[in-house]
């Protein structure tokens, strides 16, 4: 793990986007259910997930930092006809960045959109992931919310 004792404490954010594609006919469908699935809010229950990912990325990925969470804000909406985006917004006031908690946020977000969805078709797609921006620390990097 890396030192970050010397570092300055400063308002640090990061945002991330996953994307999930569906094939024509189960989009068509999700979109006259409102994107219900037999087991649910597929949208409430993404929303939750990442959530709940992003205050235990620590645990996830072995080099993070366990951090304090000051704010989470998933957004997920259609991207064309077949595309669901997922963004992921994170904000903490630390010494090291929330980079791989956006990251994590968006992407288990995503995976509970396809857990929702599978029995429709194992046919759908995720990604790319990727980081869209970041705030804070030694450089700023696109758009972070």
């Known amino acids: 793990m890396v030192d970050v004792s010397g570092k300055s404490v400063t308002a640090r954010q990061a945002l991330a986007e996953c994307r999930v594609r569906f094939p024509p006919d189960v989009a068509a469908q999700l979109r006259r259910s409102g994107l219900r699935s037999a087991k649910g809010g597929i949208v409430d229950t993404a929303v939750i997930a990442g959530t709940m ?21 998933i957004a997920i909406d259609w991207h064309g006809e077949r595309d669901l985006r997922i963004e992921c917004m994170v904000r903490t006031t630390h010494r090291t960045g929330v980079e791989m908690e956006a990251l994590t946020g968006a992407t288990v977000a995503a995976l509970t959109v396809y857990d929702m969805c599978k029995a429709l078709s194992h046919a759908i797609v995720l990604g790319p992931a990727k980081l869209a921006g970041k705030r804070g620390g030694k450089r700023d990097f696109g758009k972070a919310g």
């Open 53 to 73: 990912a992003v205050k235990r990325t620590h645990e996830l990925i072995p080099f993070c930092h366990p951090l304090p969470i000051d704010g989470v804000r």
